[in-house]
Structure formats: C-alpha cells, structure tokens
C-alpha cells in the first residue's frame, strides 16, 4: 500500500515561531488532508489539499503532486497549535477509497 | 450541532465481552469509515463504507465487524474483545459527491480490554 512519511517526527517551538511540516507520499494520489489533533483528542480537518496552495489565517499548504510530498506551514505560533498534526491520503487508483494517515509530527509551542 | 457522534466515549470491556461502538452523523454523508489510534502508530484504519448496505475491510479489520443499513448510522461492533484492541477508536465521514471532500470525525470512544 501506499507510504506516507511525516517529518519532523516532534517539533518544540516558542510562541511566536514559524514552523514547517513536510509529509511525503509513495504513490499518486487523489486526496490528501491535513489534520490537527488537539490535547483532548480531538481531530480537526485543517485542509484538503491533493495539489496546489491554500491558506487559511496563520495555516498554509502546498502540495506538489508530481514530486509527493506537501507541506504544512504555522507562522506566529501560539500555544493552542500544540498537538499533534497528521497527513492523510487516498491513492489515485480507482475504486480505492481507503485513507490512509502518517504517524504524525508532534508540535509543542513554549509560552 | 451537524457532526459526527460516538458512544460511549470510555469503555471498560474484560477479554471475551462483546459490544459495539455507534457513529451516527447528521450530514447526509455517504461515505463513512473506522479507525483505530495506538501510540506512535497513527490512526489505522479498520473498515469503511461508500453507501448503505456497502461496506469493505480496511487495514486491520480483524475482530471487528460493520454495517450500515442507513446512510446516518455506522456500528462498529467487536466480536470478543481482546487486550489487542484496547485503542481509541474514531469514527469519519465525508461526502463524496463534487470536489475538494475532507472528513469529519468524531470526538473518538476510548475503549480498554481487560
């Protein structure tokens, strides 16, 4: 099945620092998502993203699909970015509808 | 609220029990799904449904069964519960028609076999 790889594995930061995220894939795919799972568990759909660039206030991403990978940027952290952010794709293949998630980068933002 | 809604949220089962786990959403969504979170190895995922009355294994789906009789509701039921499967389990769902569908989930039932 398909690979995903998410990088850095953990990520301490102080408030107000910008941050990268990169997850790399192994196949092609139709859809990939970027998650934010808060302290309590919650999981929070920040964007789908399968090409291209988007952002949402402080939250960015771009997707370069030709090359797999996709990159999460954070700019101005403050602490309630803590958590932990998951990558998730679906592969091209037709009929294939199983998402599968990245073992995820654990950010810590420090007041 | 429009979501996705789980019950329990906390479960205590002993080895052998049996019990299932509700999703329910509210968003007409087709597409619905399980997963299950073990640390350090990310949200696996372990059956999911394009409809009702379909449904397919995902990752790990051994030990666990599904149905989905109605487009809202989508059990996940554990046959006879094993300390393998103590996890926190979530549920998703997205709607599949037009573009750009990213998934809701649900706030998750964290269950312990014992």
């Known amino acids: 099945g398909i690979q995903v790889e998410q990088s850095p594995p953990d990520l301490i930061l102080q408030e107000g620092a910008n941050s990268t995220l990169r997850c790399n894939f192994s196949d092609s795919v139709n859809n990939l998502q970027w998650f934010h799972q808060n302290p309590w568990g919650q999981l929070i759909n920040l964007f789908y993203i399968p090409s291209g660039t988007k952002q949402n206030g402080r939250l960015s991403a771009t997707t370069v699909a030709t090359e797999r990978y996709s990159l999460l940027y954070i700019s101005s952290s403050q602490t309630t970015d803590s958590g932990v952010y998951f990558c998730a794709v679906k592969p091209s293949n037709f009929g294939n509808e199983k998402l599968t998630f990245g073992t995820g980068t654990r950010l810590t933002i420090i007041p | 609220n429009a979501g996705v809604t789980q019950t329990p949220k906390f479960q205590v089962l002993k080895t052998g029990q049996s019990m299932t786990l509700q999703c329910a959403q509210d968003?007409?969504?087709?597409?619905m799904s399980w997963y299950r979170q073990d640390p350090g190895m990310g949200l696996r995922l372990i059956h999911y449904?394009?409809?009702?009355?379909?449904?397919d294994q995902g990752e790990v789906p051994n030990g666990y069964n599904v149905s989905r009789s109605t487009t809202e509701d989508f059990p996940l039921r554990l046959l006879s519960a094993a300390p393998s499967q103590t996890s926190v389990y979530f549920c998703?769902?997205?709607?599949?028609?037009?573009?750009?569908?990213?998934?809701?989930f649900g706030s998750g039932t964290r269950l312990t076999v014992v």
């Open positions: 449904s394009v409809g009702a009355g379909i449904t």
């Open positions: 968003m007409n969504h087709e597409y």
């Open positions: 998703a769902s997205s709607d599949r028609t037009g573009g750009g569908y990213g998934y809701t």
